[in-house]
């Protein structure tokens, strides 16, 4: 490679490990012990890749002896294949965590099915009539919420699944328990409910959106609770005094949320540029209230986000395939890949050394960051 070459590489080339899919990557996990990451395809198949690094950016770094500058190399050996399954479903089949290594696949048939790292369709844990829409699973609990669209079910530790009789209203395909496992929340075609499941599984709460959530996610105590609507903004929930407020005025659909512990804060895709409130003064009276301003403002939109676990940082990924990390709070942005296909998924691994991501080609990877790259 000439160092014309090597000077117009980005940060994902010289990071990233990345393999191409035969259709879009619709979502991605890091397992729960962190050694592999699973991606889901639109083809209804799971590609799994091992976390670890075979050539860690550390062992590619030089520091010239006379100016002192830090570089580093290219890889020299493609990343190791990814593990593929059959199709499991019809479109993207969703997923979850479980245990150590291994998650949770729903199917076309209504099975939750163990998958392992290795590849390899375990047990079937859950069998319910129709196909399998959604699913989270609490390991607080060991607990596993399915859905077929219509119906919520409840099953503990791999036991036969309860129905949760709710009425005629059909659910979504949102679900999400509590961290500590205690509540499950469930979208509505036009709202969400919050169960309580100790015991007998009851409803507790039920609030009205003006359009279904497509995504929801809890803070780390449990005390809110945010939902990006399939239009109109997101949805943001007080469980302390059972208040709720849409947060609107973006230009494209809020397809993911995210919490920052570090800060305390709550990131949401669909505008043209990072958008963040901290939660100190949470936007319950107009989107301005507590606002973030990170990262700098653009013309295309923010299409998923990502916060880190450990550091005052954000990823985002855009529609034209920009991916970048800023400082929460300030407009200093690391350019991580300039253009690409668009970005649909984002996910740090637990110990925020690796990002995950997905786009709308195919594209699967693993960027592995320098430890020193984030002080």
Known sequence: ??????????????????????????DLRFSADGSTVAFTGIDG??????????????SRIR??????????????????????TAALGEGDVPLANYLGSGFLVGTAAGEVVHLAADGTVMETLVKIDGPTVAIDYSPRTAMTAVSNGQDIFLSRGGGDALRLRCGATPFTNALAFSPGGRRLACGLEHGLSIWMIEGDAIPIRDF?????????????????????????GFALVSMTDGRAEIV???????????????????????AFRIA?????????????????????????????????????????????GRITIAQIGAPDELLVRPLGSAVTALAWSGDGRHLGVGAVNGTAAIITFPAQMFK
């Open 276 to 320: 963040g409130w901290s939660m100190t003064a949470p936007p319950l009276e107009g989107e301005t209230s507590g606002a973030l301003e990170t990262g700098r403002a653009g013309l295309v939109p923010v299409e998923t986000v990502a916060a880190h676990p450990e550091k005052r940082l954000i990823a985002a990924g855009y529609a034209n």
């Open 63 to 84: 520091v010239s002896g006379d100016l002192g500058q830090t570089t580093i190399r290219p890889r020299q050996k493609a990343p190791a294949p990814l593990i593929t």
């Open 248 to 270: 609107a005025g973006f230009p494209t659909p809020v397809r993911t949320v995210c919490w920052s512990q570090p800060e305390n804060a709550l990131f949401a895709s669909g």
């Open 45 to 58: 198949t799971v590609a799994l890749a091992a976390v670890a690094d075979q050539e860690p950016p550390e």
């Open 1 to 26: 490679m000439n160092q014309h070459a090597i000077q117009n590489l980005t940060l994902f080339d010289l990071l990233a490990r990345s393999w191409r899919r035969p259709s879009a990557v619709a």
């Open 208 to 232: 009205a959106f003006p359009a279904r959530p497509i995504s929801i996610r809890w803070i780390g105590d449990g005390t809110w609770l945010a939902c990006g609507l399939e239009t109109g």
